[in-house]
């Protein structure tokens, strides 16, 4: 079992950048695969990017494809998503999320933080 909190969120203008970290504990963490999501209220949660256990393998949205970057460190239990030329339409809440297999579906993924708000002003 893993435990995911997330942290980095915040405001930030468009064009700008904000780089989030998704700490995990147990010791089993690169078992895991990673994932982070975004929701906005009374919508779906969107995939937005996911690595693989061994972080060889990466897979975007195609909406923050050439933006965003995830990236993990298995030593230090922690995953990234480092975003980059930010635009409003990427508001939202981003939640890391941890499965036993990499997968772009919400519903695939068991293990979830608790989300940190992500906004840019236009």
């Known amino acids: 079992q893993v435990q995911l909190i997330e942290s980095g969120g915040g405001l930030v203008q468009a064009g700008g950048s904000l780089r989030l970290s998704c700490a995990a504990s147990?010791?089993?963490?690169?078992?895991?695969?990673l994932g982070w999501f975004r929701q906005n209220p009374g919508k779906e949660r969107d995939f937005v990017a996911a690595?693989?256990?061994?972080?060889?393998?990466?897979y975007y949205a195609d909406s923050v494809k050439g933006r965003f970057t995830i990236s993990r460190d298995n030593a230090k239990n922690t995953v990234y998503l480092q975003m980059n030329n930010m635009k409003p339409e990427d508001t939202a809440v981003y939640y890391c999320?941890?499965?036993?297999?990499?997968?772009?579906?919400?519903?695939?993924?068991?293990?979830w933080g608790q989300g940190t708000q992500v906004t840019v002003s236009s």
């Open positions: 147990g010791r089993t963490f690169s078992s895991y695969a």
């Open positions: 690595s693989s256990r061994g972080g060889g393998l990466t």
């Open positions: 999320a941890g499965s036993l297999g990499t997968s772009t579906a919400y519903q695939d993924y068991g293990y």
